[in-house]
Nanobody, 119 residues
Framework: QVQLVESGGGLVQPGGSLSLSCAAS????????MGWYRQAPGLQRELVAS???????NYADSVKGRFTISRNNAKNTVYLQMNSLKPEDTAVYYC?????????????WGQGTQVTVSS
């Protein structure tokens, strides 16, 4: 059974920092492309950051220079360090594991963790 379990969300003031973690089980973690997505009320889910099997990273323009994604294959965990948080970063953050198969993409999702940036 595949599980992605996020942790680390919460309430933080503007300018503050939070660190999210996503622990994966039931998959060959080092073979998966990992990503963090977020969804704010009334908006579509959007990609925040991703990291490939080879540790190549990609970020949404809105978080470049503020967020850092990393992975530890020995711990089957992906992280998102969020600095200089803004109210517009408020959303539910989801962990994603993706693998390309012959028939298409295989996606697994975590349950989400709430991040609220407010004074």
């Amino acid at each position: 059974q595949v599980q992605l379990v996020e942790s680390g969300g919460g309430l933080v003031q503007p300018g503050g920092s939070l660190s999210l973690s996503c622990a994966a089980s039931g998959i060959m973690f080092n073979g998966y492309f990992m990503g963090w997505y977020r969804q704010a009320p009334g908006l579509q889910r959007e990609l925040v950051a991703s990291i490939s099997r080879y540790f190549s990273t990609n970020y949404a323009d809105s978080v470049k220079g503020r967020f850092t994604i990393s992975r530890n294959n020995a711990k089957n965990t992906v992280y998102l360090q969020m600095n200089s948080l803004k109210p517009e970063d408020t959303a539910v953050y989801y962990c994603n594991a993706r693998q390309a198969l012959s028939g298409g993409l295989q996606d697994f999702w975590g349950q989400g963790t709430q991040v609220t940036v407010s004074s």
